[in-house]
């Protein structure tokens, strides 16, 4: 309630002073506030799940996602906590605060609102003698209902915006599509050998990356033959295709010229889905996604995602179970979680209790490369405890972790491996090379040899020449730095 005592000659212009003023003085208040610090749902892990699964859909054609069919499951979970997000905004802190505290429309809406008033204000200069205390109650009655209806006027066309950029997401999300064609043969067929595991046989393939400018193919007229249930190793140089071939026989992307076949079909006749839940791949360029620990491990067969005892084993399988339980969050540790600050004007003093604040909210924690690559081993695990995994493609996935590590992550592999074929890309040449079935010399973009070690070993070419390299390393006389030390 505003109290005017107005005289005939000072009243006016003081009463005109305080309409005008005020819109300017609350505008300005109300502005500063906001400026302080504006931490928008940065403790509700729901805001936390929306950004990941949003940002996990939009790249549900990348290779983590094809692989494990996880762009479903991704996407029904993304529905599910948008639906329980419900109106709560969930855009940038900063977006929201653009949006919220504009001062010229702040300033806009208060003048708007007073407008009534400010007439009287004038009227009262102006004209003394007409100007009554009566009418100030209604003009104020009126500029606080004009007020009122403009500000849910904004209120509404901000909420109506905020649901259409969620409609938008939800629908742009959807309706991106699979450039691969897909078939309508299931897999496994009735009539298939994949009882002892998945067999390729590659005919006169070539393939070169869409869009790449390079002259040469990645891959040049490759043929060659997996039986259900071998142990196949590939080797080569770097750039020499072998992770290419892995990418082809994954079905990735489809061959440039000739023939891929799985079981004795073209495998571009078998529905992706199906095809997928029975390959498993573990590569060096597998992330994690910004969900908890269980979860990552736990997506490597969503159906079974609440099962905490098969959750749990694929930890143990893959060697990040002891690390995991370190941690003061243990399994529901989120990696890189999303808990966006922002703020303006906060004092620079890094002492300032707001500083503190937004310092706790942004902390996040971190593990070594060596112990992600110990997670993304589980969820490759849990895919294979799935049981429906006949094809197991692994890809120099070992970079980062420690020679024990990494001898327990091979020999855990090939302890699960009946049933499954296995292809493996490697550097280095060691027992897997030694147990392999058949091991894939690559030079070039095609095969330069290949058979078991022993015999590329007695061939003396291209597959002996890297051997030795290695093992020269190894051996007293073969000592590569010898001839620096001896200088
Ligand atoms: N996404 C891509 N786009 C274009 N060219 C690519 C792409 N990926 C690989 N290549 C090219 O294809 C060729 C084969 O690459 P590939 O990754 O299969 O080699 P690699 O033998 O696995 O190498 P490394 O041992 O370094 O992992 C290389 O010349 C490489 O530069």
Redesign the pocket.
């Known amino acids: 309630m505003l109290i005017v005592h107005a005289s005939r000659t000072s009243g006016g212009p003081i009463f005109a002073l305080l309409c005008i003023s005020k819109p300017f003085l609350h505008a300005l208040s109300s502005r500063n506030i906001w400026s302080q610090v504006c931490v928008i749902n940065a403790k509700d892990p729901r805001y936390h799940r929306v950004k990941a699964l949003e940002s996990l859909s939009g790249n549900r054609f990348k290779q983590d996602y094809i692989n494990g069919n996880l762009g479903d499951y991704i996407l029904s979970e993304y529905e599910k906590v948008s639906e329980d997000l419900r109106d709560t905004c969930t855009d940038h802190p900063w977006l929201q605060m653009e949006r919220r505290s504009s001062p010229s429309f702040d300033v806009l809406s208060e003048v708007l609102g007073d407008l009534p008033m400010v007439y009287c204000a004038i009227n009262a200069i102006l004209n003394p003698s007409k100007f009554s205390i009566a009418s100030i109650a209604v003009l104020q009655q009126s500029s606080m209902t004009l007020r009122h209806s403009f500000d849910s006027i904004l209120y509404d066309a901000k909420s109506f915006r905020q649901q259409m950029s969620k409609l938008k997401n939800l629908y742009t999300i959807s309706s991106v599509k699979n450039k691969l064609q897909d078939g309508d043969s299931s897999y496994p067929q009735s009539n298939s050998m994949s009882e002892a595991g998945m067999a390729f046989d590659l005919k006169n393939v070539s393939f070169a990356?869409p869009g790449?400018k390079?002259k040469t193919n990645?891959l040049n007229d490759v043929s060659l033959s997996i039986k259900p249930g071998a142990l196949v190793v590939i080797v080569?140089?770097?750039?020499?295709?072998?992770?290419?071939?892995i990418k082809l026989l994954a079905r990735l992307y489809d061959a440039t010229s000739g023939k891929i076949l799985v079981d004795n079909t073209p495998i571009q006749d078998f529905r992706g889905v199906e095809l997928r839940q029975a390959m498993a791949t573990f590569t060096q360029d597998h992330h994690l996604f910004p969900l908890s620990l269980y979860e990552n491990i736990a997506l490597g067969y969503p159906e079974c995602s609440s099962n905490m005892d098969l959750v749990l084993k694929a930890a143990e399988q893959g060697g990040s179970s002891e690390f995991i339980k370190k941690l003061k969050d243990g399994f529901d540790t989120i990696l890189d979680p999303q808990n966006l600050t922002y703020n303006i004007n906060v004092p620079s003093d890094p002492d300032h209790p707001l500083h503190k604040k937004m310092e706790a909210l942004e902390k996040n924690i971190d593990i070594s490369g060596g112990e992600r690559q110990r997670v993304v081993a589980s969820r490759t695990f849990m895919q294979l405890n799935s049981g429906k995994v006949k094809f197991v493609a692994v890809d120099?996935p070992s970079s980062a972790l420690d020679p024990e590590g990494e001898f327990q992550l091979f020999d855990r592999l090939i302890a699960g491996r009946a049933g499954k074929t296995m292809v493996f890309?490697t550097?280095r040449f060691g027992h897997l090379t030694r147990h392999a079935d058949t091991i894939i010399c690559?030079k070039d973009?095609a095969i330069a040899e290949s058979g078991t070690h022993g015999e590329l070993l007695g061939m003396g070419g291209e597959y002996a020449k890297l051997y030795k390299i290695q093992a020269d390393a190894f051996s007293s006389g073969g000592d590569p730095y010898k001839a620096t030390k001896d200088a």
């Open positions: 990356y790449s390079k990645a080569g140089a770097n750039g020499s295709g072998k992770s290419t071939i120099e890309v550097h690559m973009g």
